[in-house]
């Protein structure tokens, strides 16, 4: 009894904590006087001992919930730690993405207004461009022209305009130049079959030049593009070929819209198309090198094989174009006099505002009465030879005569009879000279001013002739009329268009005039060939001089009216920058912005 009661009041004691921790010892013993602990006893059992176990325990759970609380306080902190780290991350790479947008949207900008910048300058005439450097290779209009102009270099946007430069003593790409491409110095696919039209078999000789280019494959593209359903010799049509495929489709038979589709024609592939120009920048990077031939892509093989051309590398593209055209006015962008104009007033009232008495009058003369056929021996019958300014002519008559091209003009004689006039019926006629000079010698005195101001062509512009100082030595040989000799003549005598101060290759007559070849060598080549066109093509290049987001489009720019226009437009951003910061153009002082 008495020790139950003792271990009551025991347990009333526990309450008051403060006082166990003053009065127990480190050790104690249980109720029954048992020692409770190493080196400590508790004398006299009772109450004492009752305080001294209660208390102990007491000690000990407070020290474990003291411990769990400490530990849930710090997986807490841990936890809210991580948390606001995670967000602050999170935080900061959607601002890092939303810089980056904000950069691409802007190289997209950059790129754009090197598409507007080379608008503004197509819209100047030809003297002017000149003056300013002209469209060929100017770096100073068209290399990393500066849109942003901040100090700090990874900020500072600008763009540049690239063309291929081609070397004509090895007709490899010999690196960039900052300018546009002539449309005119490649094959429009869309015309070969009017070559064919003008001279059988100039369809699939322009053709067989690509390199790689087989009959087979020619004629399956003339195929894929005439209006008819019959095969040609080597060709196919949808009856004995596309028909089988899976699914199968028909060809085009109709103007193409563009060269990819040519894909799609039997024996056309990616790597005869594109080459191993993977990144589409008109060379053959080391990388590119390596990659082709990892893939068995053949980067040496050429179709010009004994003059050691290489074109392969590049592929079909660079050669093709859907594009190409010329504008049909003089250097002041006058519309040309159609020399073949029905209503002869109208035609005397044009010519006389450019040429002299004496050349009018000979062209009208030629329109009225056609070309004489005598020859140059005088062999005219009973009559005299006069100058055409002496002339005096009835222009309400039907013309009889045609011009097929303006070298018409040149040597030619004009018969007017007056036979009605003449007794007994003798056949007496006047024959007018021409003043056009059949003399090389004389040639250049008048050709230019000829060349410039008529034109046989009632259009505004020429489509597809084939630009003879510019256009690859390949696209040479496949021009109708060309031979292999002609073609190395020509580029063996090109200059660069920069450096042609006089314009006395503005027109594709200096081959005549330069005695390159003879006036009949000329007519036969001037339905195909010309000096100059105004579609024009470049890759523009949005960027920042510091490096980071760019953009990169390929521009067609249509200039033959007075407000130039983009005709097509590919962005190519996918396949990288395609060229060095500094081959684009950065500042070489860190901070100043080119003007």
Same mark, same amino acid.
């Given at each position: 009894?008495?020790?139950?009661?003792?271990?009551?009041?025991?347990?009333?004691?526990?309450?008051?904590?403060?006082?166990?921790?003053?009065?127990?010892?480190?050790?104690?013993?249980?109720?029954?006087?048992?020692?409770?602990?190493?080196?400590?006893?508790?004398?006299?059992?009772?109450?004492?001992?009752?305080?001294?176990? *209660?208390?102990?325990?007491?000690?000990?759970?407070?020290?474990?919930?003291?411990?769990?609380?400490?530990?849930?306080?710090?997986?807490?902190?841990?936890?809210?730690?991580?948390?606001?780290?995670?967000?602050?991350?999170?935080?900061?790479?959607?601002?890092?993405?939303?810089?980056?947008?904000?950069?691409?949207?802007?190289?997209?900008?950059?790129?754009?207004?090197?598409?507007?910048?080379?608008?503004?300058?197509?819209?100047?005439?030809?003297?002017?461009?000149?003056?300013?450097?002209?469209?060929?290779?100017?770096?100073?209009?068209?290399?990393?022209?500066?849109?942003?102009?901040?100090?700090?270099?990874?900020?500072?946007?600008?763009?540049?305009?690239?063309?291929?430069?081609?070397?004509?003593?090895?007709?490899?790409?010999?690196?960039?130049?900052?300018?546009?491409? *002539?449309?005119?110095?490649?094959?429009?696919?869309?015309?070969?079959?009017?070559?064919?039209?003008?001279?059988?078999?100039?369809?699939?000789?322009?053709?067989?030049?690509?390199?790689?280019?087989?009959?087979?494959?020619?004629?399956?593209?003339?195929?894929?593009? *005439?209006?008819?359903?019959?095969?040609?010799?080597?060709?196919?049509?949808?009856?004995?070929?596309?028909?089988?495929?899976?699914?199968?489709?028909?060809?085009?038979?109709?103007?193409?819209?563009?060269?990819?589709?040519?894909?799609?024609?039997?024996?056309?592939?990616?790597?005869?198309?594109?080459?191993?120009?993977?990144?589409?920048?008109?060379?053959?990077?080391?990388?590119?090198?390596?990659?082709?031939?990892?893939?068995?892509?053949?980067?040496?093989?050429?179709?010009?094989?004994?003059?050691?051309?290489?074109?392969?590398?590049?592929?079909?593209?660079?050669?093709?174009?859907?594009?190409?055209?010329?504008?049909?006015?003089?250097?002041?962008?006058?519309?040309?006099?159609?020399?073949?104009?029905?209503?002869?007033?109208?035609?005397?009232?044009?010519?006389?505002?450019?040429?002299?008495?004496?050349?009018?009058?000979?062209?009208?003369?030629?329109?009225?009465?056609?070309?004489?056929?005598?020859?140059?021996?005088?062999?005219?019958?009973?009559?005299?030879?006069?100058?055409?300014?002496?002339?005096?002519?009835?222009?309400?008559?039907?013309?009889?005569?045609?011009?097929?091209?303006?070298?018409?003009?040149?040597?030619?004689?004009?018969?007017?009879?007056?036979?009605?006039?003449?007794?007994?019926?003798?056949?007496?006629?006047?024959?007018?000279?021409?003043?056009? *000079?059949?003399?090389?010698?004389?040639?250049?005195?008048?050709?230019?001013?000829?060349?410039?101001?008529?034109?046989?062509?009632?259009?505004?512009?020429?489509?597809?002739?084939?630009?003879?100082?510019?256009?690859?030595?390949?696209?040479?040989?496949?021009?109708?009329?060309?031979?292999?000799?002609?073609?190395?003549?020509?580029?063996?005598?090109?200059?660069?268009?920069?450096?042609?101060?006089?314009?006395?290759?503005?027109?594709?007559?200096?081959?005549?005039?330069?005695?390159?070849?003879?006036?009949?060598?000329?007519?036969?080549?001037?339905?195909?060939?010309?000096?100059?066109?105004?579609?024009?093509?470049?890759?523009?290049?949005?960027?920042?001089?510091?490096?980071?987001?760019?953009?990169?489009?390929?521009?067609?720019?249509?200039?033959?009216?007075?407000?130039?226009?983009?005709?097509?437009?590919?962005?190519?951003?996918?396949?990288?920058?395609?060229?060095?910061?500094?081959?684009?153009?950065?500042?070489?002082?860190?901070?100043?912005?080119?003007?």
């Amino acid at each position: 009894m008495a020790e139950s009661k003792r271990c009551s009041r025991g347990a009333s004691i526990r309450r008051v904590r403060h006082v166990e921790s003053e009065l127990l010892p480190p050790a104690g013993t249980g109720c029954h006087g048992r020692s409770y602990g190493i080196g400590h006893r508790v004398v006299g059992g009772g109450r004492n001992m009752s305080i001294s176990q *209660d208390s102990i325990a007491t000690r000990r759970r407070t020290r474990v919930r003291r411990g769990v609380v400490l530990i849930i306080v710090l997986v807490v902190v841990v936890v809210i730690a991580l948390a606001a780290y995670t967000f602050s991350d999170l935080m900061i790479a959607h601002r890092r993405v939303t810089e980056v947008n904000g950069r691409r949207i802007q190289a997209r900008m950059l790129a754009q207004s090197g598409v507007e910048a080379v608008k503004m300058f197509l819209m100047q005439d030809e003297a002017t461009r000149a003056e300013a450097g002209g469209i060929y290779n100017n770096p100073f209009i068209f290399q990393g022209a500066v849109v942003i102009p901040e100090q700090d270099a990874l900020s500072r946007g600008s763009f540049t305009v690239l063309a291929p430069l081609l070397d004509d003593n090895d007709p490899t790409l010999a690196g960039v130049r900052y300018g546009l491409e *002539d449309e005119s110095a490649r094959v429009n696919l869309n015309l070969v079959l009017k070559a064919d039209g003008i001279q059988e078999g100039a369809g699939r000789t322009l053709l067989m030049v690509l390199p790689g280019m087989t009959e087979d494959v020619a004629d399956a593209i003339l195929d894929w593009m *005439d209006e008819d359903d019959e095969a040609r010799d080597y060709g196919a049509e949808f009856s004995d070929y596309y028909s089988t495929l899976q699914p199968a489709y028909e060809p085009r038979n109709g103007p193409i819209q563009s060269v990819e589709e040519l894909l799609l024609v039997v024996g056309v592939t990616p790597e005869l198309l594109f080459g191993a120009d993977f990144n589409r920048n008109g060379m053959i990077d080391p990388h590119e090198q390596t990659m082709s031939t990892s893939l068995g892509v053949d980067t040496t093989t050429t179709a010009v094989t004994d003059s050691g051309l290489s074109g392969a590398t590049r592929g079909w593209s660079p050669y093709l174009t859907l594009y190409s055209s010329e504008t049909n006015a003089n250097i002041d962008g006058l519309p040309r006099i159609y020399i073949n104009n029905e209503d002869l007033e109208t035609l005397q009232a044009e010519l006389s505002e450019v040429f002299s008495d004496e050349w009018t009058n000979f062209i009208l003369a030629y329109r009225l009465y056609g070309p004489s056929d005598d020859d140059d021996n005088g062999n005219a019958g009973v009559g005299s030879v006069v100058t055409a300014d002496t002339l005096e002519l009835d222009l309400t008559q039907e013309p009889k005569g045609t011009f097929t091209q303006v070298l018409d003009l040149i040597g030619a004689r004009v018969a007017i009879s007056n036979q009605e006039e003449q007794p007994n019926n003798q056949n007496e006629q006047t024959t007018v000279q021409s003043p056009f *000079d059949s003399d090389i010698l004389a040639m250049p005195a008048y050709m230019g001013t000829l060349m410039n101001n008529v034109t046989t062509v009632d259009a505004e512009s020429i489509p597809g002739r084939i630009n003879i100082n510019q256009a690859p030595y390949e696209i040479l040989l496949g021009i109708p009329g060309m031979t292999e000799e002609l073609a190395e003549q020509i580029v063996n005598l090109r200059v660069d268009p920069t450096e042609d101060d006089e314009g006395s290759r503005s027109h594709e007559t200096w081959l005549l005039t330069e005695a390159v070849v003879t006036v009949d060598e000329m007519k036969n080549l001037l339905p195909f060939v010309c000096a100059g066109g105004d579609i024009f093509r470049a890759q523009i290049v949005g960027y920042f001089q510091g490096g980071g987001p760019s953009a990169r489009a390929e521009v067609v720019f249509d200039a033959t009216t007075d407000t130039p226009r983009v005709l097509f437009w590919r962005d190519i951003s996918h396949l990288g920058r395609g060229y060095a910061l500094e081959t684009l153009g950065v500042d070489l002082v860190e901070g100043l912005a080119a003007q």
